[in-house]
């Protein structure tokens, strides 16, 4: 952090219920997103700036447990908004306010819109050193533009229009004492209130890229555009068996895909002993090159008996998170004779999901049995082989993990 701007901070506004999103539905800041709430990746896009020194969120009150499950790893700092998106931000700058060192300069966005480049946000700051004090990226209107006209339309005319986006750059003396005289002046974004002042206002290229999330089909278009910058496509692949045994006690399950199935047997092992998500963790580590399950989870370590291997699928895709990289897709085949594997299909699709923070369209699960060949034909053991695919930036560096040894599988 010692060559980042002390005084610049992000502010992201992560207050809203999205009742456009759709009912019933996740807020769409904590929607998944490419195995990351939409929330993350703004967050790891300015932490991950060298000119933004600190990073807080202004959240809504009922959603502390979604939010601290998003920055469960982090050290983000969350302050409850208010009934609008103005009060929201003026929390969030009085918290500012309060904070070491002071800050100088503030970029307050928007939760929903995680496809924010670094050029824009390098963009922004730069201005700023540049002695501009309110700064709003925007883009040209370039489709015809009509307005609804007593039952019929007029044409407007869209030269000069410009749609505004997130983050907006501030001094943040001004937008602090702007928020705090104009309260009860209900504006669409924090520019607004500048222009209210008549005060100066900058202005940098927009991207198209940086949508906001409002519907649901708003992820499909950012899936997209996050995927289209990481244009080195890795295949991984993992393998896993485990012998079919009597239960040893009455907590002992047959675990396959992280979900438990009714059997007279189990499977033996360290950990629990699930090979349906031992092969996916395999291959995930696969694709950024950083040995197997045992490297990082010792057989001979008491930590791990009879530990859920969610812990070990999770470890992996951070693995693969630290190097920016995106799982795009699981298929597991589970190979025994017995269990059914069908009925339990679409509930091991969902949990790996779950664990993976995918959506379920992205994970495959399918069986297969040997015709009554071999260990699992003759029902002494169930295999697990997984495939998996995972964008990354080119130029990635293989990860060396400090956990590494070399003991044996899970």
């Known amino acids: 952090m010692d060559n980042k701007n002390p005084s610049t901070t992000a502010l992201i506004v992560a207050a809203g219920s999205g009742t456009r999103f759709g009912s019933g539905s996740l807020p769409k800041q904590y929607a998944p997103l490419l195995g990351k709430p939409v929330l993350r990746w703004s967050i790891d896009a300015f932490l991950r700036h060298p000119d933004v020194a600190d990073v807080v969120v202004v959240i809504h009150p009922d959603h502390r447990a979604l939010f601290d499950a998003a920055t469960k790893d982090m050290n983000i700092r969350a302050v409850d908004g208010g009934a609008t998106r103005q009060e929201s931000v003026r929390r969030g700058l009085e918290a500012l306010s309060q904070k070491e060192p002071k800050t100088g300069f503030v970029l307050i966005h928007d939760a929903a819109r995680p496809c924010v480049t670094p050029q824009m946000i390098s963009a922004l700051c730069a201005a700023l050193k540049n002695g501009a004090t309110a700064v709003m990226p925007a883009l040209p209107v370039t489709d015809t533009v009509r307005r609804m006209n007593n039952g019929g339309f007029k044409t407007e005319d869209r030269s000069g229009l410009l749609t505004i986006q997130t983050p ?12 705090n005289s104009l309260q009860h002046s209900e504006q669409t974004d924090d520019i607004a209130l500048v222009e209210q002042s008549g005060g100066k206002i900058d202005m940098v290229a927009g991207d198209s890229r940086n949508i906001k999330i409002t519907y649901p089909d708003s992820l499909a278009l950012a899936e997209q555009y996050l995927g289209d910058s990481r244009g080195d496509i890795r295949t991984g692949k993992g393998y896993d068996v485990h012998r079919l045994v009597p239960p040893r006690d009455a907590a002992h399950k047959l675990m396959i895909g992280g979900v438990v199935i009714p059997h007279d047997k189990a499977l033996e092992g360290h950990s629990d002993a699930d ?24 057989p001979k370590d008491a930590r791990w008996k009879s530990a859920d291997s969610a812990v070990f699928l ?7 998170a630290a190097q920016d990289g995106l799982i795009t897709h699981v298929d597991l085949t589970v190979i025994c004779e017995a269990p059914k594997i069908g009925p339990y299909r679409d509930a ?23 015709e009554g060949l071999g260990f699992t034909g003759r029902g002494e053991g169930i295999a697990a082989e997984a495939v998996v695919t995972v964008r990354l930036p080119f130029g990635a560096t293989p990860f060396t993990s400090s956990q590494q040894n070399t003991q044996e599988a899970a």
Request: aromatic share 4%; net charge positive.
């Open 275 to 298: 090979v349906g998500l031992h092969a996916i963790t395999d291959a995930l580590l696969g694709t950024i090159c950083d040995g197997d399950i045992g490297m990082h989870f010792s």
């Open 348 to 370: 091991m699709r969902r949990r790996i999901a779950e664990i993976l923070n995918l959506p379920p369209a992205r994970i495959s699960v399918k069986a297969t049995t040997t």
């Open 168 to 179: 907006q750059a501030f001094a943040f003396g001004l937008i602090r004492d702007l928020h």
């Open 314 to 320: 999770r470890h992996a895709a951070e693995l693969v």
